[in-house]
């Protein structure tokens, strides 16, 4: 089954063509230099970005493809979580191809995506497993069931890993992306020269919070600055690395040994950083626990791990028509 996919939650405009867990194209235009000029995401710039690349994005990934539209069985689209603009221009594209091929059409949700780009990369991965999902607008730890079934076991309270991450990035002088190019810098060795708090919530004990954690890290950098003082931004941005690693290992594990569970996952544009992977990587194997994460090019936003989550959405009969509506907050768990 030949799926085509759509992605444009935020601001990259993709398009891939998936059988399954194969990957037989995939296209992806970012908007990152863009953005860059005002240190993040412009929704009313990404929208408009979206609706001048999406047709030629998609056109490349059917000719990369080797196939023509009329070969194509399926589209399957993005239609929510993200920006709402950005999103409402790959499912008005979508539902129009999909009308004028006379072929089904799928929602799928972004955070589910996200999970199933793993799918992609390891062809022996299956449910059940607990999946620990951190980007810059989501952390979730969420016990996988089925392709198609979620229990949020955990989340933040306010700000995503992802947007610690960036924002901290930003007072420290680095350009966006900025929990990729902290990420770069962060001195390991020196982490401990910086002394941050770890948050920690009342209630359920698996939940996150990381607004105190970035805005220790702002203060910290302005009160510096009032007192004429330098501030070691690899030695900083080491720190707090560590310990947003400290947080997100720790209840992840905590939800795999309450759970029974011997099988993890990473997903999201955080599961790409390096102290994350490697010290999850560690603590699995001290455990003898099976760990997954997809590679770096699947962990960013792509249209193929959309076609990859929605063959299961469409093997449960999970189809939408043209009255499908784009919604920029859902939970995984819908219904």
């Not at 979206?50 to 539209?69: F, G, P, Y």
């Not at 759970?259 to 996952?265: A, D, N, P, S, Y």
């Amino acid at each position: 089954m030949n799926i085509l996919s759509i992605e444009t939650s935020c601001d990259e405009t993709a398009a891939a063509v998936v059988a399954g867990r194969e990957v037989l194209s995939s296209i992806v235009a970012t908007q990152i230099q863009e953005h860059k000029i005002y240190g993040g995401v412009v929704p009313e710039i990404a929208s408009r970005r979206h609706i001048e690349s999406i047709s030629q994005v998609t056109a490349r990934a059917l000719s990369a493809a080797n196939l023509k539209k009329e070969e194509i069985d399926a589209i399957a689209v993005t239609f929510a979580p993200g920006l709402i603009g950005a999103l409402l221009v790959g499912v008005n594209f979508a539902k129009g191809l999909a009308g004028s091929l006379n072929i089904p059409l799928i929602p799928v949700h972004h955070l589910r995506s996200h999970i199933a780009a793993n799918y992609i990369a390891h062809k022996q991965l299956q449910p059940p497993f607990i999946c620990l999902l951190v980007s810059g607008g989501h952390t979730h730890i969420v016990e996988v069931l089925d392709y198609t079934r979620f229990n949020i076991l955990g989340r933040t309270r306010d700000d995503a890993a992802g947007e610690c991450f960036d924002k901290s990035a930003r007072a420290m002088g680095m350009s966006y992306p900025g929990g990729v190019e902290l990420d770069k810098i962060a001195d390991k060795t020196q982490a401990n020269k910086y002394i941050l708090p770890r948050p920690t919530v009342s209630g359920n004990e698996l939940d996150f919070s990381f607004s105190g954690l970035k805005t220790a890290v702002i203060n910290l950098i302005h009160n510096a600055s009032q007192k004429g003082e330098s501030i070691d931004v690899p030695a900083l941005a080491g720190a707090l690395r560590s310990r947003v690693c400290d947080m997100l290992i720790e209840n992840t594990l905590k939800a795999c040994s309450q759970t029974g569970q011997k099988t993890l996952v990473l997903a999201g544009g955080v599961s790409a950083n390096s102290e994350l992977r490697e010290r999850m990587t560690s603590e699995c194997e001290k455990r003898g626990m099976d760990l997954y994460f997809p590679p770096l090019n699947l962990c960013g936003d792509n249209a193929a791990m959309v076609g990859a989550q929605a063959f299961y959405e469409y093997k449960t009969g999970n189809l939408a028509g043209a009255d499908l509506n784009a919604t920029a907050t859902l939970p995984i768990d819908y219904r």
